[in-house]
């Protein structure tokens, strides 16, 4: 059968394309790396966060597989860079000759399924980080108050360290607070007439308020923090309820988290594809320059023209034939046999 998109490749043209893949090579290495950094960076929030992300959101697996991705897009590019520097000298490129077909093979199944997958994580997963909050921040505010509970105990830790780096106050503002019991039950004195109406007020028991922590508090504010009886509008007599609170933070946090989870995950969304348009040129280059040096013995300068191409039958005959170069040329040379008596 006829070779596939076949190229043909004068001397010059030869040259110019090892010294090509040679530089592209080392940008794919460089955008391997930065994958690397921007996956490990997302991760390491998402551990971070993790408190206030439901256990069932998929997109931590995102990170996972970018790490992956970016790591075989380093190794892709740093092969890529030997192959094409040793291509331009016949004695050093002999022993590529072995092991280029099986790496390129390599290459395009695993770095690029990799990347293909986590391209897609990087468009489908960032939507359910929108669910994965609303349910996290509900859980982390219900077991504000639970400082003694194995299990919960850092909870309210937790959520104060959040609302104070973040800016944030509840879920979507602090009025999410007034809907939940964060007032710990050993503070509260069961004899005291309002702490028992509160409690009989509705029907899960809870002693509810209309107050918030101290962590809602803005330092910035030029008044005091004003913290509880919130929703009366006689119990601060120069303050309006009705007015945007400039005491407490205004945004909720699951507005600034998904925000912030959303952009580290567009960045690194970003990164991999320019990861894999980078490793799609370098492997096609390679698989050229392979191809071509095939054909004139391994010896870049060897005269006349030659031809590369890109299947030489067709996809199945192509990964045949590399994973049975591969395999005759790692297979040890057989014994001669003894001497007949």
């Known amino acids: 059968m006829a070779p596939v998109l ?83 000298d016949a004695a050093q490129y002999h022993p590529w000759r072995r092991v280029l077909g099986p790496l390129l093979v390599a290459g395009t199944a695993g770095g ?61 503002g602090h009025k999410d607070w007034f809907g939940v019991q964060w007032v710990s039950s050993r503070y509260l004195d069961p004899s005291d007439q309002d702490v028992v109406d509160r409690i009989q007020s509705n029907v899960e028991g809870l002693y509810l308020i209309d107050g918030v922590p101290f962590s809602c508090c803005n330092p910035h504010s030029p008044r005091p923090c004003l913290q509880s009886r919130l929703s009366d509008p006689h119990a601060h007599p120069l303050f309006d309820p009705r007015q ?24 690194l969304g970003s990164m991999l594809a320019v990861t894999f348009l980078l490793q799609t040129l370098v492997l096609l280059g390679l698989r050229y320059l392979q191809t071509a040096l095939e054909g004139l013995g391994g010896v870049i300068h060897g005269e006349g023209e030659t031809q590369g191409y890109l299947f030489p039958g067709g996809l199945r005959d192509m990964l045949t034939t590399a994973w049975l170069q591969g395999r005759v040329a790692h297979r040890p040379a057989p014994e001669e046999g003894l001497p007949e008596a």
């Not at 043209?13 to 690397?36: C, E, M, N, V, Y």
């Open 112 to 172: 690029g399924g990799l990347l293909v997958l986590a391209l897609g994580l990087a468009l489908a997963l960032p939507g359910s980080l929108d669910t994965g909050l609303e349910e996290g921040l509900g859980a982390a505010m219900a077991h504000y108050k639970d400082t003694e509970v194995p299990g919960h105990c850092h909870a309210k830790r937790l959520l104060d360290e959040l609302q104070l780096r973040h800016h944030c106050c509840g879920r979507h």
């Open 6 to 88: 076949p190229l043909l490749l004068p001397l010059q043209p030869r040259i110019r394309l090892a010294q090509g893949l040679w530089l592209l090579s080392w940008l794919l290495a460089l955008a391997g790396g930065l994958t690397l950094l921007c996956s490990g960076h997302l991760l390491a929030q998402l551990w971070h966060l993790g408190t206030f992300l439901a256990p069932s959101c998929p997109f931590t697996v995102l990170p996972q597989v970018a790490l992956a991705a970016g790591a075989v897009a380093l190794g892709t590019g740093l092969a890529g860079a030997g192959a094409s520097r040793a291509s331009l």
């Open 244 to 267: 945007p609170n400039l005491n407490l933070w205004a945004q909720g946090c699951h507005g600034v988290l998904l925000g912030h989870l959303q952009g580290l995950a567009s960045t």
